[in-house]
Every structure is written in structure tokens, then in C-alpha cells.
């Protein structure tokens, strides 16, 4: 449930409630509105029920959240969620904000795969206006066969080469047991489709402050990618950004099929930024360009594009990447469209 605060409740009056809370074993969590100041109460809404919590001093209203997911609901939060990524290790990286008419343009290889060649594609897109670098050090591969990643040394790389181009960096963690390590170097966590679900890792990385990139899932319902941004807000992080990345279905020309009205499907419901993924939706540069353009226009919060200085050579999803000079052409595209939008880029 919510409990809305009176627009002149007192911070004494706001602490009280929130210590109300606590005693009859709840965890609050506090919304702070440019308005008005709302507490989310999750549990067992019985037990609380029976507590008149709205006859506490400060407390407009009690009401019960009646979508499934409650802290990624709109109820929960009528304003758009911002999250800030990176900037901790101070200049010159600088915080990237994502949501709230900021766009995100995160772009690099699928895969780091030598600090070399990353080098190569962070320089391009750094010049073409991306403002987060991605890559995988922890891929998780369809064949046990195919490469798999550098782990850790990998890391190190996406770090050193992100960091001293000025971005932030974003990358996959796909096992509970790599949080700690993946917190050490990624100023983002990548939660990847195939572990939309694994509800061990969300709350994982839930209970952290560190952003969160979440994707949908191959075959998971736009309910199902807030019940899984659920799992990571109920632990205390709530820095989360979800990522429509495409859905199986029966056509085979394309990789996945993009579900573009996702976007504006999200926003109708909750508060989170949402960005989208072209690249691992159709799987074809000829299309990626296209569906970024359109994601902007639905009113996506970013996109996020593989990009590869030699796609042939790619040790993985070669054959979906743009080559620096596409990218470059695309975000030129993308400045206008976010302009003729009213958002920032
Ligand atoms: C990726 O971003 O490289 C990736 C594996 O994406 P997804 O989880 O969406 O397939
Ligand atoms: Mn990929």
C-alpha cells in the first residue's frame, strides 16, 4: 500500500511514520516528489490494514496499490525516475543521467575482446556522441563452445579504456557469485535477457546502489520485466533502467522481434526509464538504424547499439554491428529527432 503524505507534512511527522513502519516489521520505502512525499509499504497488506496508519499526524491518505508491481508502479511515483550513472571515480568521467528527457547512448562491442581494439571503438564512438561504453566480459553464449568472455580481465579493459574516454561503462553480470567483482569495475550493471528471471541475481544486485540495466526477456510479458524491476526496487536500489531488446516470435527474417509500443506501454505504468536495444532485436544493420529513430520517437529514455571496428573479425554478434562511420550517421539522426522531442543527448 501507499500512504500519501498532507503537501505541508513535517520532516518530524514523516520520521515518525516511517519509524511506525519499522515497528510493525516493514521496510518503508520513500518517495520524494517534487509534490508530494509518498511511503510504500510492501507486505502482507492484512497485517497492516488492521494498523490506523492514517490517523498518524502528517498522513493524507492510505491506499492499497493495486497493480502487482508496487514500487515500479506509477502509483508508487508519479514522476519520472532520473538515474545517474558513473562519475564516481571523478574527472573525466562524467555522471550520465538517463531518464527525465535525458537520453542514454550506450554503444560498443558485444564482447571486450582486447584493449586494443576496444581502444579503436570507444575512440569512434566517443566522437560520435555516445555517453556510455558497453561491453561483455561475461557473455552468455547459446553454444558452451563459443567464446565466452574475458571475465575479469576484461573488466579491467572496459574500465581503463570507458574511464579515460570520459564514459561510464556498462556490463553483464550473470551469476550472483560475480556481483562483487562486477560492482568493483562497471559503473552499470547489465542484467541480460536469458536472466530476467534469475531472482537469486536481482536481488543481488538489489542490494547495491549501483544502476541496473535491465532487459527483457526472450519470451517475458511487459508485467513480468516490472515484476523482475520489482525484485531489484523491493532490496533498496532504486536505480533501475529496463531495456526492450525484442521477443521471439515466428518470424525469422529478424532476430527477435521488436516490441516498440513497450516503450509507451512502460511509461503508462511506471516511472522507470526504459531504453531500447535495436541491435539484439532485429539482430541486421540495415535495420538498426531505423529502429533506433523509432524508439526515440516512442519516447524511449536511450538506445543501446552494438558497434564494431571490424564486424568480421567480432568474436561475437559480429554480423548485428555497425561499423563506427553507421553509428556516426545514426546519432547525427538521433541529436535532431531528440531536439525536435525537447530532450537532451
Ligand atoms: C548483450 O547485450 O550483449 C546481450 C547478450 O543482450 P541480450 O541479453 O539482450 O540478449
Ligand atoms: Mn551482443
Not at 82 to 94: A, N, S
Not at 98 to 127: M, Q, R, Y
Not at 201 to 210: D, I, M, P
Request: hydrophobic share 40%; glycine share 8%; aromatic share 4%.
Amino acid at each position: 500500500m501507499i500512504i500519501v503524505l498532507r503537501p505541508d507534512s513535517t520532516e518530524a511527522q514523516i520520521a515518525h511514520v516511517l519509524d511506525r513502519i519499522r515497528e510493525l516489521g516493514f521496510r518503508p520505502h520513500l518517495s520524494q516528489g517534487e509534490k508530494r512525499t509518498i511511503i510504500g509499504v510492501i507486505g502482507e497488506e492484512d497485517k497492516l490494514r488492521a494498523e490506523p496508519l492514517s490517523a498518524l499526524p502528517g498522513v493524507e491518505q492510505v491506499l492499497p496499490i493495486l497493480k502487482p508491481f508496487k514500487l515500479a508502479s506509477r502509483e508508487f511515483r508519479r514522476d519520472e525516475t532520473v538515474v545517474t550513472v558513473g562519475g564516481e571515480c571523478g574527472p573525466p568521467v562524467k555522471p550520465v543521467r538517463i531518464g527525465g528527457g535525458s537520453l542514454a547512448l550506450i554503444a560498443g562491442p558485444c564482447a571486450v575482446e582486447s584493449a586494443e581494439v576496444l581502444e579503436t571503438i570507444a575512440s569512434h564512438v566517443k566522437a560520435a556522441g555516445a555517453n556510455l561504453l558497453r561491453g561483455g566480459a561475461f557473455k552468455p553464449r547459446t553454444s558452451p563452445y563459443s567464446f565466452q568472455g574475458l571475465g575479469e580481465a576484461g573488466l579491467k579493459i572496459l574500465a581503463e579504456v570507458g574511464h579515460r574516454h570520459g564514459l561510464p561503462v556498462v556490463t553483464e553480470v550473470m551469476d550472483p557469485r560475480q556481483v562483487d567483482m562486477v560492482f568493483r569495475y562497471a559503473d552499470m550493471f547489465q542484467i541480460g535477457a536469458r536472466n530476467m528471471q534469475n531472482f537469486d541475481l536481482l536481488r543481488e544486485v538489489g542490494q547495491t546502489r549501483k544502476p541496473v540495466l535491465l532487459k527483457r526477456g526472450l519470451s517475458a510479458t511487459v508485467k513480468d520485466l516490472l515484476m523482475s524491476a520489482e525484485y531489484i526496487l523491493s532490496e533498496g536500489n532504486p536505480n533501475v533502467v529496463l531495456c526492450e531488446r525484442g521477443v521471439r516470435s515466428f518470424e525469422d527474417s529478424t532476430r527477435n522481434m521488436l516490441d516498440l509500443s513497450a516503450v509507451p506501454n512502460v511509461k503508462g505504468q511506471s516511472h522507470l526509464p526504459i531504453i531500447v536495444d535495436p541491435s539484439h532485436a532485429t539482430g541486421r544493420p540495415d535495420l538498426i538504424p531505423a529502429m533506433a529513430r523509432a524508439a526515440i520517437a516512442a519516447g524511449a529514455d536511450g538506445v543501446h547499439v552494438e558497434v564494431h571496428s571490424c564486424p568480421e573479425k567480432a568474436l561475437s554478434d559480429g554480423p548485428q554491428a555497425l561499423l563506427p562511420a553507421q553509428y556516426a550517421a545514426l546519432t547525427r539522426d538521433l541529436r535532431r529527432l531528440a531536439e525536435l522531442m525537447g530532450k537532451t543527448m
